[in-house]
């Protein structure tokens, strides 16, 4: 929330600037309201009774567990009411997942919150609970590895690199992520890189690149979409014996930003992040 009057910076005096969110905000999502530029989570007024979705063990000493009346939590869709849709005053959409969740049974918290091991509290003995760390760019993105897969195809004069994003929205949803392809071949123990390829969405206002809160336009996006498989298309031919390398990864912030922004001594927003690595050999 906005500090009354002033403008959208954050403010560290702002409790909702910087809090992180509680268990018991979560776990009383009751009903989510749908909005235009965002949604807003309706929270259970009944103190000390949490939804969940383990009906096993729906009983604690310490608080009330409700485990069948709260559909958000069953169909894994409680976190719309936050990452749903951001839009701006004018009505562009900033940033989005897609709460229709296209995949197989896939959803927000089986992405995001994966089963690992270990069990659930010390009361009850389970062999798994659900990751509550969160998956994803900043962090533990290793666990959503498996939803994008590469895979190369040589061809006489060139060869394809095929990046199969098998996720229910865009593979960064941040509009000043940037997302690259790193190419490089090793030949005889030599390495020659090629052109980096780069993904992103570049939003901004009268024609030229503007920060989130001030764009009123999508300028160009070459993001990788939803459920879609990119190419990209190298001229180099192949021999036998040579070894290509792709590394798929991300900038947290895009380096042309870094310094309007003034990032440019903090590590994280300056880091190339590998995100999937794959050699083929020919
Ligand atoms: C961002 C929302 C969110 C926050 C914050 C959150 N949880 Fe959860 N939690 C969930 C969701 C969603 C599930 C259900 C996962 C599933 O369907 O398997 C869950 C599941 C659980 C479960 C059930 C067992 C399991 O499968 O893991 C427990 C216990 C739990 N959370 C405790 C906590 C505690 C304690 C905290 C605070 C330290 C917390 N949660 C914070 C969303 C959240
Ligand atoms: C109350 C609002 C709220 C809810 C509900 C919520 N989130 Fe978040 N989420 C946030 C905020 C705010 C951040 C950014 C935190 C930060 O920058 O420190 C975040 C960060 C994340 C990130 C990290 C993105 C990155 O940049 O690395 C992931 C992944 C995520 N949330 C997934 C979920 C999932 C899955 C759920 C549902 C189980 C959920 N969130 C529910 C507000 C929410
Ligand atoms: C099929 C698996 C899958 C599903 C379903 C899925 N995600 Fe993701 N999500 C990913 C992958 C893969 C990434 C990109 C890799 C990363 O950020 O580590 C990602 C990235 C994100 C990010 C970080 C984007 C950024 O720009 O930093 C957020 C936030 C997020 N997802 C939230 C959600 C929410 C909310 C839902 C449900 C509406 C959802 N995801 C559904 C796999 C999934």
Redesign the pocket.
């Known amino acids: 929330m906005k500090t009354k009057g002033q403008k959208a910076l954050p403010d560290v005096k702002n409790t909702t600037h910087t809090d992180g ?3 018991a ?3 009383r999502i009751q009903k989510i309201e749908k909005h235009k530029k965002f949604n807003t989570n309706i929270i259970s007024t009944e103190e000390k009774n949490y939804f ?3 009906k096993e063990h729906a009983k604690s000493p310490f608080h009330k567990i409700s485990t069948n009346n709260n559909k958000l ?1 069953q169909n ?1 869709n ?2 719309i009411g936050c990452h749903s849709h951001k839009a701006n005053k004018f009505g562009l959409n900033v940033c989005s997942t897609n709460i229709a969740n296209e995949m197989d049974g896939a959803n927000c ?1 089986s992405c995001h ?1 994966p089963k690992v091991k270990g069990s ?2 010390d009361m009850t003995q389970r062999k798994t ?2 990751f ?1 760390g969160f998956a994803g760019s900043h962090f533990h993105s290793d666990m959503l590895q498996k939803y994008v897969n590469i895979s190369l195809l040589r061809e006489i004069d060139d060869f394809i690199v095929n990046i199969d994003n098998q996720t229910s929205h865009a593979l960064l949803l941040h509009p000043l992520r940037v997302a690259v392809l790193k190419v490089s071949i090793n030949k005889a123990g030599k390495t020659i890189k090629l052109k980096d390829e780069i993904f992103l969405r570049v939003i901004g206002h009268d024609g030229k690149p503007a920060m989130p809160w001030k764009a009123s336009t999508t300028l160009r996006d070459t993001m990788i979409k939803a459920n879609e498989k990119r190419s990209v298309k190298y001229n180099f031919s192949l021999q036998k014996g040579d070894r290509v390398d792709v590394v798929l990864g991300w900038y947290l912030v895009n380096p042309k930003a870094v310094k309007k922004l003034n990032l440019q001594n903090t590590k994280i927003a300056t880091d190339f992040i590998e995100f999937k690595k794959e050699s083929f050999e020919f």
């Open positions: 969110i509680a268990c905000y979560c776990h969940g979705t383990r939590m894994g409680v976190c918290v919150m659930v509290s609970h659900a509550h």
